[in-house]
């Protein structure tokens, strides 16, 4: 899976399995995951604190977000709601792919409400931030 991908472009050099390049998964994950193995043994560790960062950040923008949608009222509840979902708890312990895509969709929305706010702003601008997710999840 991903942690094998990211060990092989740490080990290796390669986005792949051994020699043979792939693309059958998306590389920004593994990208991500690559530093990690460089500590060797702690390098589940490592994944670790990059998980509770992402899902530290992911918190914060869902607070801001609530915040710039004219909810500061409730932000801290949106933030809580996040933090505590079952499915991004579970998924977060796991060497996958949500963790990182809902904090590129939650900031991809916080982009939309700025480029909201511009004046002659046009929607078809907004795509390329959503589109980052795609390098994430297939």
Known sequence: GYRRLAENLYTQGTFGYGDQPTAY??????????????????????????????????????????????????????????????????????????????????LALGGFAILKRRAGHRPARSGPALSRRRCVCP
């Not at 991004?88 to 904090?103: I, N």
Request: contains cysteine; hydrophobic residues 60%; charged residues 5%.
């Open 25 to 106: 998964r998306p590389p920004l994950y593994p990208l991500l995951l690559a530093p990690c193995m460089a500590l060797g043994n702690f390098s589940t560790v490592g994944m670790g604190v990059l998980h509770v960062l992402l899902g530290v950040a992911t918190v914060a923008g869902v607070f801001h977000l609530a915040r710039q949608w004219g909810l500061a009222p409730y932000a801290w509840l949106a933030g809580f709601l996040v933090a505590i979902d079952p499915l991004l708890v579970w998924q977060s312990a796991l060497v996958m792919t949500e963790t990182l895509a809902t904090l590129l969709t939650v």
